[in-house]
């Protein structure tokens, strides 16, 4: 007898581990390691997914039950990917449900949906006075009927229907499905030319219509969708109907894929000649490529140093040798143009994954892939686990973006994943950034100390492409501005510089580091700040709706007029930054025409995209904008980059607060002077001498990472050591302490009781450090208090494990407690 081993969609504890369910013999040859499956559990029906099939069972045959069904003719995961998911849910603590679900995209996500019918005949329906209004009638069919469906149409029948169910008169079945599914069509096939000919001498010449459409047919023989079809000739649906009684033609359903980009047309390019630097980045991965060696590349290549020229020409390389490839691209850079790059040079081989595609959309781009119609896949972090099966490269562009780790479970980096995921198919890994992480650039040149994986190549490309110099940073000391008098948000530099562009009609980006930028209600009077009832937060001030809001529980209050302390008038809104600077712009520049990109004009579908266009056609002079307006655009006549504020970010308690500026403002200088037209930078700023902005001044990202480097050492951060964040949340504080203190000393015992020392500074391998339980950043959260305990830990142990068994041995007092659990393992957002 051979059993499947089925993870069943639950994300507990209690049930993260696979269960045995017998294959039924109607079922036998469709069930494999990867297979979606219906499967009774409990009282329910609940989807899974197949991860093992085996001779013998766990459990006494007699006790298993049958597998319900197989939901899909083809597996959507591989074996491999299933291997995979099992890596991430050791990796990063999570049930091996959860890693499995990410892999799948949400139109897999089954729903069980309850079906009754009636039990035995139907004779028993005439005996029930029921005035149904059609119930009765719907039922006597016998068929399966959606109880969902009918406690809607019938709701005064709702009682009844219970009452048979209890009787045992109707049954109840669940089944699983999907919440979207295939888009069909229904396509006309027609008979070949000479039998359409032959039919067209038996329709009267008064059936017009039916003449014209076998003409139509006749002329252009080959298949066409019905509502086409009856569009081009003038008739409806029904009509063609009647042909196909005749056997004419003959009608079935097509599945179509709804194409995101089928309006577009994308003209084809050719590889371009690449320049001496770019042919000596290629050559190394070209040869790994062709020896089947797994490797990891750091491209690190200045902006505008000419990156994707070189993921291109690698990916073509790879197409060729009859391998897959997979391109990641932060979801922010994922515009049109960014998409246009790809589908230009490989065609219809390229499907794209992003988040901002309808689940019925990305289903198809999913399924092209499945399927093998798709050979590129560019997308946004989850595109990682694309089902291809013979992965020949994995890109990585801006490789040190935040946005690669997800902050819910499973809290995977996909930058370890695509290593991960090399490995198993033996294929080649580029990273490629103009401000490598410092973990990946201390990989690359000093071969990974402590990360425990393996180390990668290091590929520098020092020059922009046909030797256009990098732009000119300027900084500009905002004190001393305010000493001269000048209370502007502007500094003189900058306003000179916006003039200047102004007046040869060049264009503008103007970065607002928003990150730690005010959007709070403030009273003039006492101080004091409007902060969410539920959570540690600030609420945030929306002008369109006029409400504050908190962006972490959804609390949202109206606007207002005096202070809830101290009832003074004298109550000041901070707006979104950005939403201030739009106004002093159009204050200060009378008729300066300005786009704002921030998340409040961003949220609509299209409309990022939308903005861009405008700005390329430049249609505006300044493109004005948060963080997004930092990556990856490539626009001529961008001859000026301004900098609001440089230093907003830098005062924030996380250990990379440096190294996310000096990344942000070397990203948005290189907007500045990528083609014809030269560039300039002005960043102001109320602290010049600093670091992470006097290395962009220098394009100094060698010696600005030695630096931080340094830094990391002496504080045991990563890349030195690797840090665990377990966080524990409850209503009450004690019970937290309590459950936190317990968990730091029963991981402290297991970590002693293998000889790992707890003092890190001390020179040696293993070492981990435990500290706190403390109050988290935020302290509180949707009414729950958090405390966390942070895991700094380095040398050759499976940290995730220790924390996992610590946790598992704390399970039952835990549960009873009510305290909730969460861990992050590399954690990127430290507040
Ligand atoms: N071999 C080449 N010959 C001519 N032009 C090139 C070549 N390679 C790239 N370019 C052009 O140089 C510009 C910069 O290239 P690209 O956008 O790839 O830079 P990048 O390294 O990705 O920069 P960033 O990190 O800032 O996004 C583009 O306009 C591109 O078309
Ligand atoms: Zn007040
Ligand atoms: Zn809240």
Known sequence: MTVARVIVD???????????????????????????????????????????????????????????????????????????????????????????????????????????????????????????????????????????????????????????????????????????????????????????????????????????????????????????????????????????????????????????YADRDFPSTTPMKLTPGQAEALTPIQSAMANGESRTFLLHGVTGSGKTEIYLQAIQRCLESGREAIVLVPEIALTPQMVERFKSRFGASVAVLHSRLSHGERYDEWRKIREGRARVAVGARSAIFAPFTKIGLIVIDEEHETSYKQEESPKYHARDVAVERARLHGAVVVLGSATPALETYDSAVYGGRDQGGEAATYIVMPDRVANRPLPRVHIVDMREELKLGNRAMFSRMLADAIRDRLAKREQMVLLLNRRGYATFVMCRSCGHTAACPHCEISLTYHRGSQNLRCHYCGYSEAEPKTCPSCESPHIRFFGTGTQKVEEALAATFPGIRVIRMDVDTTTEKGSHERWLTEFRERRADVLLGTQMVAKGLDFPYVTLVGVLAADAALRLPDFRASERTFQLLTQVAGRAGRHELPGEVVIQTYDPEHESITSVQGHDYIGFAERALVLRKQLGYPPYGRLICVTFSHESVPMLLSVGAQFASGLKGRAASLGIRHDFDAAGSSAMEVLGPVSSPIARLKDRYRFQCMVKYRGDMDASALVAETLADMGEAVKRSGVQVSVDVDPQMML
């Open 10 to 260: 639950v994300p507990s504890r209690d049930t993260d581990r696979p269960f045995d369910y017998l294959i039924p013999d109607r079922l036998a040859g469709w069930v494999e390691v990867g297979s979606r499956v219906a499967v009774p559990f409990g009282p329910r029906t609940l989807q899974g997914i197949v991860t093992g099939i085996a001779e013998d069972a766990d459990v006494a045959y007699a006790k298993l039950k049958p597998l319900e069904d197989v939901l899909d003719a083809l597996p959507p995961l591989s074996p491999e990917l299933v291997e995979l998911a099992e890596w991430i849910s050791r990796r990063w603590l999570c049930p091996l449900t959860v890693a499995l679900q990410a892999m799948l995209p949400a139109a897999l996500k089954g729903r069980s949906e309850k079906y009754v019918f009636p039990a035995f005949g139907a004779e028993w329906l005439e005996e029930e006075i029921v005035r149904s209004g059609g119930l009765l009638d719907a039922l006597r069919k016998g068929k399966p009927l959606k109880l969902a469906a009918l406690l809607k149409q019938y709701p005064n029948q709702g009682l009844s229907i219970k009452r048979w169910l209890r009787e045992g008169k109707l049954e109840e079945r669940q089944r699983v499905e999907n919440q979207v599914s295939v888009k069909t069509v229904l396509t006309v096939f027609p008979q070949p030319t000479g039998e359409l000919l032959q039919a067209l001498e038996k329709v009267p010449a008064r059936a017009s219509k039916q003449r014209e459409t076998l003409r139509y047919l006749a002329e252009h023989n080959e298949a066409i969708p019905a509502v086409k079809l009856a569009e081009a000739v003038g008739t409806t649906t029904t009509a063609i109907r009647t042909l196909e009684e005749r056997g004419w033609v003959e009608i079935r359903p097509v599945t179509e894929d709804r194409d995101p």
